[in-house]
């Protein structure tokens, strides 16, 4: 059996082109019909504000399937944890033996939002988009900022944070990257705009975006959280979603819904649209949003990937 | 982290009165609303024969909680290798770190269910039962016989299976365990029957049964396994399960159930009873049945006493 720490990961996959295209392709796998990805388990475990989502799932053909189990345990940082944390199993498909204990601590799941981020924002925003912005000073922030600057070399990119000494310390850490003045003003400003925020209450106004701009959004994985105020969505002309079901159940797609104002025919799937399937944007006006809310086939495109690092071979 | 092999883990927990008394526990926290039980999850791998169940859950107070990744791939005796495996993950229930690694390769399912099975048959019988009869002569019919040797050291023990070479060289295995000559003369003298066979299709029949026997059936955990006749379970004074959902949905008790022949009322949990909550057997002339489908308290019982006998402190 394979077992890996976070920082032989770490050495093995980061941002480049090959861990983007695996990216795609986890997408793809789910619209194309090739993913078994059966319903998300929970715990919670309110007493210790803590939770944990346990994501498996197979990709038909491959050889491996993959079991992630990561957890948000609040209170953790007063303890001098960290608040997230997981692992990855990974399990031959021909046979059920287990080949890999990934303890990642999250590094894989940061890694392959970041890149989906950046994969789906430009699979739907203009060619000719220049200005990006990210909302958001947190993990993700930085990721995308990475997958962004390696997949948009010429990209301009600014972040945007509440706290200015985290995006401070951000800004630092990437190179290339600037700091925003204030949201409204960068979001008017933006070609493309990345949330990536815990928000519970929109941030992004629909009368900030100008049209021909396309958004990202990655904060909204459960009931209750949103970064984009519902008119915006509504106003789309694009709305595009990884996991269609969990989108309009629990994503930022889930507001608009329950409001009657769109439902499943007024969305379409990232997978589909990467393969060429679906049509992307049609028009440089077009308001285009993608709402991202993670799934388990980007872990097992993750998983699949360290193994095929660590053992040497040719993926 | 603490991480334990099979050959580790036997040396740790094997059949004893406290391994039993941990098993009571696990039933007794379904029924008193403890445990926080999410549905199974299920991964299946029809081109390889194989299927992968994903049990967790966690039980109040529990400073700990568990994942338990299972598999059955039934091409796997001819690559060499046994077709069922698996692993318990241990996680703190107040940090969501991971706490230990179990690869037991399936060895605390078999030791819980044979346990499970003895418990649940002592705790329905006659006081005054002293013929027990296993039928099935399998990994399980192993279990069973040390666990009911071990907690009714006065039983008179007989196995039946359909292989009498398999069923000689398990009772060559085990002490004070004999051969049943026949399965209906086995079924009619005998006290308490335990089934824990694969059957497609009910082995006991209903008027084999002589009335004060229990019976324990342990086979039927999916769709479409039976082990007892249908009428046997509508004739019955008492029907038990470990897991009421299950046992009607996918267990023992779903061919009665299907048939419109009894329903949930009709039944009481082993939990309730053990707490003493709930009614066990009325009559010594009842015939009582308790059907075990597996619950995941059980695994984190295992799993808890695994790792507090690793460090060496009292449970």
Redesign the interface.
């Known amino acids: ?1 394979i077992q890996l720490s976070r920082t032989q990961i770490e050495a093995l996959v980061t941002v480049d082109s090959e861990m983007a295209e695996a990216v795609r392709d986890a997408y793809r796998a789910i619209s194309d019909g090739r993913a ?1 990805l ?2 998300v ?5 309110p007493a ?1 504000h ?1 939770d ?1 989502h ?1 994501k ?3 990709i038909a053909g491959d050889e491996v ?1 993959a ?1 992630k ?1 990561a ?3 609040y209170d ?1 940082p007063a ?1 001098g ?1 960290p608040s997230s ?1 997981g ?1 990855v ?1 990974v ?1 031959s ?6 080949q890999a ?1 990934l ?1 990642d601590e999250g590094y894989l799941t940061d890694l392959r939002t970041g890149l989906g981020g950046a994969v789906a924002s430009l699979a739907l925003c203009r060619p000719d988009a220049r200005r990006f912005l990210i909302v958001g000073s947190g993990t993700q922030g930085y990721w995308l900022a990475r997958s962004l600057r390696h997949l948009a070399p010429a990209a301009d990119i600014a972040i945007w944070g509440r706290n200015p000494d985290r995006v401070a310390a951000l800004v630092a850490r990437l190179e290339g990257v600037t700091i925003a003045p204030d949201l409204e003003t960068a979001c008017r400003g933006a070609d493309v705009i990345v949330t990536a925020t815990p928000a519970n209450a929109p941030l992004v106004r629909a009368d900030w975006v100008r049209p021909g701009c396309h958004i990202t959004a990655i904060g909204a994985d459960s009931p209750g959280k949103q970064e984009l105020e519902t008119a915006l969505v509504v106003r789309a002309q694009l709305r595009v979603a990884d996991s269609l079901s969990q989108s309009l159940d629990h994503g930022e797609f889930a507001h608009a819904r329950a409001a009657g104002l769109i439902g499943p025919g007024d969305c379409a799937e990232l997978g589909a649209i990467l393969s060429g399937r679906a049509a992307g944007r049609r028009s440089p006006d077009d308001i285009t949003i993608a709402d991202l809310t993670g799934v388990a086939t980007q872990d097992i495109a993750m998983a699949r990937s360290v193994l095929s690092r660590a053992k040497g071979t040719a993926q």
């Open positions: 059996m078994n059966p319903p388990g929970h715990l919670g475990f210790a803590g944990c346990i498996f799932g197979h399937f079991v189990i957890s948000g345990f953790n303890k944890l944390t692992v199993l399990f498909a021909l046979t059920g033996q287990m204990l303890a």
